[in-house]
């Protein structure tokens, strides 16, 4: 399926949309009391008067939080693999990843930073992206549906089943350890749910799952990380 590229780096941005803010130019606003005009105006009619609906975040979590409040937090809090440019809202600069390259607009190939740690010290690579997408997904939150269906899942298989499964996780499960995943989406979310809360990228039978190339998300090296819609 062909989508376009520029709704796929906008969900990209962490995971990832702006503060809303509505800007209202007021000219004159007269208002009667008791037979009394009061005029509500700027100093400059030209001026334009910021008007916003305030209200605190309910979540530090990216995979979980989902309104304005919220993403206020998470672009002071954290980077993403790509980011918005402030001078131009319309283009995407290098964050987490020094660049990205396609040739079909549905393969999407990033190469990470090599000097990039979380606050606890692990280091960020592919399998650490690879890990947060398919968390993302997997808990089939506001973020992960709104952002990643038809595009890292199938809607289809999440109306009829129930799980938010990446595209082809079934197959790559199956295909390292034989267990029969391809057709069976309930074993495949307990198996994949299983691997995300123990994660070890060490471990040979993880990383050849996430090595699997036929996959939304395909850890090709340890700092490039492959996108397939």
């Known amino acids: 399926m062909k989508y376009s590229s520029k709704k796929f780096l906008g969900f990209l941005l962490t995971s990832v949309t702006l503060f809303t803010i509505l800007l209202v130019s007021i000219s004159a606003v007269s208002t009667i009391v008791h037979s009394q005009t009061i005029i509500i105006q700027p100093k400059n009619s030209s001026e334009l ?15 979980t939080g989902f309104c304005d409040p919220d993403q206020v937090i998470f672009n002071v809090v954290y980077q993403q693999l790509v980011e918005p440019n402030v001078s131009n809202p319309l283009q995407v600069v290098p964050g987490l ?7 079909n607009y549905q393969n ?3 190469y990470l930073r090599n000097n990039a740690y979380f606050s606890d010290g692990v280091k960020i690579n592919a399998t650490t992206v690879w890990f947060s997408f398919y968390r993302t997904i997997l808990m089939g939150q506001g973020p992960g ?11 289809t298989q999440y109306e ?15 295909n390292v350890t034989g267990l029969p995943t391809s057709n069976n989406a309930n074993l495949t979310a307990t ?23 036929y996959q939304a998300v395909v850890v090709k090296g340890p700092y490039e990380v492959q996108f397939n819609l």
Do not use: R
């Open 49 to 63: 008067i910021d008007v916003a609906w305030t209200y605190p975040p309910d979540a530090l979590d990216p995979a």
């Open 108 to 110: 999407w190939t990033f």
């Open 97 to 103: 990843a020094y660049n990205w390259t396609t040739t």
């Open 160 to 174: 009829d089943t129930g799980f938010a499964l990446p595209w082809g996780v079934g197959n790559a499960i199956e």
């Open 145 to 155: 549906v709104n952002n990643y269906i038809n595009l890292l899942f199938n809607s």
């Open 191 to 213: 198996i994949l749910a299983s691997i995300l809360s123990h994660f070890n990228a060490n471990n040979q039978t993880i990383l050849k799952i996430m090595e699997y190339p």
